[in-house]
């Protein structure tokens, strides 16, 4: 099943923020695509819920040292 | 990871410290004369400092991402081996300190964006089985609960009003403040304010379905959506960082002077570069948000900027999209009768004439639903025949009198012809083989239209046309009434789409101006798709500028908006590459090192989110936008 996670992060400030967590989600496993929304701050990504899961990118993504404030899944249908 | 996450979540205490360390070590050089003291005191800072960017830096460099926190890094490792503490320790102080105010500054042109998405509530109070009430997160409604909202509070759902009434401010999905009464059976939106009244409301849409959060989204995906410009700069600045490290290599081997080198390593930075054209986008996009115009990204406001020549679709656009009866000229002696006749006859018809006819007779309170039909023709592009309460009636063109014989007068044409050239559609009415009425049917032309139109003109615009489906005479009428100058009418949609091409091809920038619905394939091909007066899906996906209400404030504003909002993009990257010009000349002449460099450097960050700060006041407050609409997107 493919899920769509929207991950809320403590403000961005720095463009280059963006090109680390943009890479370091998309490097997971079951990650299908990733974009940063660097003025929301926002993570929005869809993945493989048989590989991955919304808190293991919470976590990657705090382990990068951005706070993570709210996590959002939603089902996705198969197309 | 713990000790990284400590050092960013007190960087300001770090900030903090560090200036308390800088001010402490010039106090023991200047005060107490200590000159161990100073270089201690110093390089303490320095060394405390560079921790949180250095972190960045290497996060950066994980991921193959050459940053300026990296040259930054470089730089004061070098100031440190040759012992200059105090520069190290101001240019790492400056750059946090930068940091910082970029942050506080850069939040105040997010402002706008982000006080929309707090409209939204965050939990809903769902009338449970039993009657009573529970509150629950926003994400647990589901659709057909039944949400109970007080007094004060925001709508959470896009729903149906099932119980109670009150007024609503749909300010946050139309950008208009004004109170909207609501009753059983109305719809309401998510995010609005219910300012007075006690409703519930069976949930239609939830989460990220209500239009509401799809403005939301929209919003959010626009500020990071970037143009031309921004693409190029990024592109550049990948390539920028690491052409200012090897400089700095270069110029360390042929100088031989470390100093140097690591100077420039500092003052390449391309700091007010990266920022200012985003920033300018941000606090753009944001003004217009607020004022319930959504700009889909830097492109489209760099597209928009440049369009010269609106084309508008006059039904509904132009026109308050109400046909009425506007005239009517009689020539019987029992005209309610006459007038009841004709209604009796249109209720055969769903054609918008017929509505109109219909619609004149009952707000004149004439009696007509009783009276017995007993025959009927519809002839297509004619009009009807009917025997009505054992009348023969002809309600029709002129084609329909003539099929049917009637004669009509010299004064009876000419009424039909003056009638005509106002732009009417007009309607004849014979009763028993005798013309007795000619109605005139016509759409409002909007009041404020022809104001707004000159100035959009005076914004820019060189060109203004019109492309409808109506006859001629109306689109004439109407284009010479507001203003337009090039009318072409009797269309269909793929026409219009050939029009617009056309202008394209004659090295036109053309903005179509539609309902969104009805247009888009107009919409699609156009530079910039306007969509006014509606919030849907179909429109919010087609076109690139969305007007939430009905508007032409709102479009002269958006204009407006987009040509400022471009000159300030271009106003700080001006500044941005002037900056980086300045420093290195400066170098060049003796007169600017690697801390006094840095703060022209993080000077020149805060000027760039100044100057884009400008463009949240841009126009005229959000309240006063609304003023001229006539009636709120459906």
Known sequence: MTQKVTLQLEDLTCPSCMTKIQSAVAGQAGVETTKVLFNASKVKATIDEDQTTAENLAKVIQDLGYDVLKVKTKEVEPA | MKFQQYIEKHANQITLLTAILIVA??????ALGSMPGYNVTLAIASVIAVIPIFIHAFQALKVKVISIELLVTIAVIGAFIIGEYNESAIVTFLFLFGGYLEKRTLSKTRESIKSLTEMAPTTALVVQDDGTTEE?????????????????????????????????????????????????????????????????????????????????????DAQDTKSHAEKFIDRFSTYYTPAVLILAIVVYLFSQDFKLAITVLVLGCPGALVIGAPVSNVAGIGNGAKR????????????????????????????????????VKSYTDDLNQTLALTAKVETLSDHPLGRAITAYAGHHQLEFNALPITDNTTTKGQGIAAVVDTKNVLVGNQKLMDANGIAMTEPQVADMKELQSTGSSVVLVAVDGQLQAILGVSDTIRPEIAEKLSELRKVGAKHLVMLTGDNAATANYVAQQVGIDEVHAELMPEDKVKFVKQ?????????????????????????????????????????????????????????????????????????????????FIGLLLGFIYM???????????????????RLIGYGKPADQIGEMAIEPAK
Request: proline share 1%; aromatic share 8%; net charge negative.
């Open chain 2, 25 to 30: 070590g010039y106090l023991s050089k200047y």
């Open chain 2, 503 to 583: 202008f394209q091809k004659d090295g036109r920038r053309v903005a179509f101006v539609g309902d969104g619905i009805n247009d888009s394939p107009s919409i699609a091909t156009a530079d910039i798709g306007i969509a006014m007066g509606s919030g849907t899906d179909v429109a919010i996906e087609t076109s690139d500028v969305v007007l939430m209400q009905s508007s032409f404030d709102a479009l002269v504003h958006a204009y407006g908006l987009a040509k400022n909002t471009v000159r300030n993009t271009k106003e700080n990257i001006v500044i941005a590459v002037g900056v980086v010009a300045f420093l």
């Open chain 2, 292 to 327: 319930g115009i959504l700009i889909k990204g830097g492109d489209a406001m760099d597209t928009f900027s440049k369009v010269d020549t609106f084309v508008f679709d006059k039904t509904g656009t132009l026109t308050k999209g109400n046909t009425a009866v506007s005239a």
């Open chain 2, 136 to 220: 629950v997160d926003i994400d647990d409604v589901d659709e057909g609960d039944i949400v109970l909202v007080k007094t004060g509070a925001s709508i959470p759902v896009d729903g149906k009003i099932v119980e109670g009434q009150g007024y609503t401010d749909e300010s946050a999905v139309t950008g208009e403040s004004k109170e909207i009464a609501k009753n059983v059976n109305d719809e309401v939106f998510s995010g609005t304010i219910v300012s007075d009244g006690f409703l519930k409301i069976e949930a239609t849409k939830v989460g990220d379905d209500t239009t509401f959060a799809k403005i939301v989204e929209l919003v959010e």
């Open chain 2, 595 to 613: 801390a006094s460099g840095m703060f022209v450097h993080e000077a020149s960050i805060l000027v760039v989110i100044f100057n884009a700060m």
